[in-house]
Antibody, heavy 121, light 107 residues
Framework: QVQLVESGGGVVQPGRSLRLSCAASGFTFSNFAMHWVRQAPGKGLECVAVISYAGSNKFYADSVKGRFTISRDSSKNTLFLQMNSLRAEDTAVYYC??????????????WGQGTLVSVSS | DIQMTQSPSSLSASVGDRVTITCRASQGISNDLAWFQQKPGKAPKSLIYAASNLQSGVPSKFSGSGSGTDFTLTIDSLQPEDFATYYCQQYNSYPFTFGPGTKVNIK
């Protein structure tokens, strides 16, 4: 069965960096686009970044553009989110999610359990 | 960005009721619309894609309809496990955007 397991969250000071990982199993990772979606405490869902199946296409929310970088390592079946210049408003649970197909423009069909990032001094 | 709205923001219903949630996009998105269910402290669960197609394993009590800008999610015969928050999401253009959610409470 499809499994997505996020890691790398924690408490970090404003301006610092953090790298999230998402270990994928139960499917052919290199065939699917992948997303990062976040949810601030008590708030709704926000798509942060998406990467196509081969990594050639990447898109970002305006709120993180220039600060966050999505990448993938298909040899390790792992998705990454490098987060730099973190701000208090980046505090959220970060979910990785699989797209329903290889292209970016597919619905999200499987989600991980999330990892909490807290940006605070 | 495409803005998504949902109505109502919350509703109270009884076990066995049928409920309908509405989602509207600020511009036409064809049928590039998904619905998700989220329970407190849990990850979202995918219910419907392409406006009306059930994800694998989702019971047929859930149904979706619509195209263009107006969409609905219907839940038949509400059960205790269905009390949750429901989100719509468009995936027609990035950034994919979610509605603000509809919380379904027990009456």
């Amino acid at each position: 069965q499809v499994q997505l397991v996020e890691s790398g969250g924690g408490v970090v000071q404003p301006g610092r960096s953090l790298r999230l990982s998402c270990a994928a199993s139960g499917f052919t990772f290199s065939n699917f686009a992948m997303h990062w979606v976040r949810q601030a405490p008590g708030k709704g869902l926000e798509c942060v970044a998406v990467i196509s199946y081969a990594g050639s296409n990447k898109f970002y929310a305006d709120s993180v553009k220039g600060r966050f970088t999505i990448s993938r390592d298909s040899s390790k079946n792992t998705l990454f989110l490098q987060m730099n210049s973190l701000r208090a408003e980046d505090t959220a649970v970060y979910y990785c999610a699989r797209a329903g197909g290889s292209g970016v423009y597919s619905s999200l069909d499987h989600w991980g359990q999330g990892t909490l990032v807290s940006v605070s001094s | 960005d495409i803005q998504m709205t949902q109505s109502p923001s919350s509703l109270s219903a009884s076990v066995g009721d049928r409920v309908t949630i509405t989602c509207r996009a600020s511009q036409g998105i064809s049928n590039d619309l998904a619905w998700f269910q989220q329970k407190p402290g849990k990850a979202p669960k995918s219910l419907i894609y392409a406006a009306s197609n059930l994800q694998s394993g989702v019971p047929s009590k859930f149904s979706g309809s619509g195209s263009g800008t107006d969409f609905t999610l219907t839940i038949d015969s509400l059960q205790p496990e269905d009390f949750a928050t429901y989100y719509c999401q468009q995936y027609n253009s990035y950034p994919f955007t979610f509605g603000p959610g509809t919380k379904v409470n027990i009456k």
